[in-house]
T-cell receptor, first 117, second 113 residues
Framework: GAVVSQHPSWVICKSGTSVKIECRSL??????MFWYRQFPKQSLMLMAT?????????EQGVEKDKFLINHASLTLSTLTVTSAHPEDSSFYIC?????????????FGEGSRLTVL | AQSVSQHNHHVILSEAASLELGCNYS??????LFWYVQYPGQHLQLLLK??????LVKGIKGFEAEFIKSKFSFNLRKPSVQWSDTAEYFC???????????FGAGTRLTVKP
């Protein structure tokens, strides 16, 4: 089956630093990737949609200058949390759609837990 | 934009009990519907999906869901739950052109052995 891998799975950083999270589709080409944020005991909130080779589309209320998304290749998207603060601590999950089959199903990464001290 | 409502936040059942988790969506056009499961410490996995055709969809691990268009619902069912079904269940919807996927708030299922 289609595999999506995220790295790192968890990261602790100091307030004010930037953190980059990678999302890779391992066995398929992902023309579209999505970044979600999940707070404890809550649902996944869509942050942005990332299309390969173009700018990401951010959901209302998501600061694009704070959450930088790059989708430079068909197998890699990155989320950079710039100048992180404790309120950015959360579980970040990426997902990808197989551009070749386009069944509509999204394949999810394992998630990355960010803790900002 | 579409939205998804899950009515039950936490459901506690004994093994062998029957399960039904409610899901309603709000969207004016044609939609694709999904149920995902998240076991403790694991990533989201697809249980089943509905695109078109038979409104009764069968998924993995004995789960099924029924799409009732008139009620904008896509409830998840399982006739007999097991302890291993303890997990968080999310209903999700995408528009017909498969743009962004929206999730419900999730339902935590606890199955007592």
């Amino acid at each position: 089956g289609a595999v999506v891998s995220q790295h790192p799975s968890w990261v602790i950083c100091k307030s004010g630093t930037s953190v980059k999270i990678e999302c890779r589709s391992l066995d398929f080409q992902a023309t579209t990737m999505f970044w979600y944020r999940q707070f404890p005991k809550q649902s996944l909130m869509l942050m942005a949609t990332s299309n390969e080779g173009s700018k990401a589309t951010y959901e209302q209320g998501v600061e694009k200058d704070k959450f930088l998304i790059n989708h430079a290749s068909l197998t890699l998207s990155t989320l950079t949390v710039t100048s992180a603060h404790p309120e950015d601590s959360s579980f970040y999950i990426c997902s990808a759609r197989n551009g070749e089959t386009n069944t509509g199903e999204l394949f999810f990464g394992e998630g990355s837990r960010l803790t900002v001290l | 934009a579409q939205s998804v409502s899950q009515h039950n936040h936490h459901v506690i059942l004994s093994e062998a009990a029957s399960l039904e988790l409610g899901c309603n969506y709000s969207y004016g056009g044609t939609v694709n519907l999904f149920w995902y499961v998240q076991y403790p410490g694991q990533h989201l996995q697809l249980l089943l999906k509905y695109f078109s055709g038979d409104p009764l969809v069968k998924g993995i691990k004995g789960f099924e869901a029924e799409f009732i268009k008139s009620k904008f619902s896509f409830n998840l069912r399982k006739p007999s739950v097991q302890w291993s079904d303890t997990a968080e269940y999310f209903c999700a919807v995408t528009s017909y052109n498969n743009n962004d996927m929206r999730f419900g708030a999730g339902t935590r299922l606890t199955v007592k052995p």
